[in-house]
């Protein structure tokens, strides 16, 4: 079975989504592997600040990876995904954002261990 890639347009394209900055550079990751399963899904979330936002998700496991929209940053961060006692918690830099079930949080971590999330969100679900 030939192994799978993820093209540099396709990921460009992610990191585009939902910002006006243009992309100036080309970024490219190879997930590669035998029978790798491969998941790309997009989640809207309503938070406590600000407009709702996409966060996608890039699953190929082992590597399971989140492109976040941070106010503060010029364009998307790529988190990648440790160790947590519950939930998901993904890494880029000093930003962590934690998913529970349907409830994710964004911290700071030069704010310290015991600081409060700099913001809260919940999935946006769309019931008819």
């Known amino acids: 079975m030939p192994s799978k890639r993820l093209a540099a347009a396709l990921l460009i394209t992610m990191l585009a989504t939902g910002t006006a900055h243009a992309v100036d550079a080309t970024l490219q990751l190879d997930l590669t592997g035998q029978g790798r399963d491969f998941e790309r899904r997009s989640v809207l979330y309503d938070c406590s600040e600000g407009e709702p936002f996409d966060v996608v998700y890039i699953n190929a496991a082992p590597n399971f990876?989140?492109?976040v929209p941070i106010v503060d940053e010029p364009e998307r961060l790529v988190f990648a995904s440790v160790v947590s006692a519950s939930g998901v918690r993904y890494v880029a830099g000093h930003w962590v954002w934690w998913t529970q079930g349907i409830d994710a949080s964004l911290?700071?971590?030069?704010?310290?261990?015991?600081?409060d999330p700099v913001l809260t969100c919940s999935e946006?679900?769309?019931t008819p």
């Open 107 to 115: 911290y700071d971590v030069t704010l310290g261990d015991d600081a």
């Open 65 to 67: 990876l989140a492109l």
């Open 124 to 126: 946006f679900i769309q």
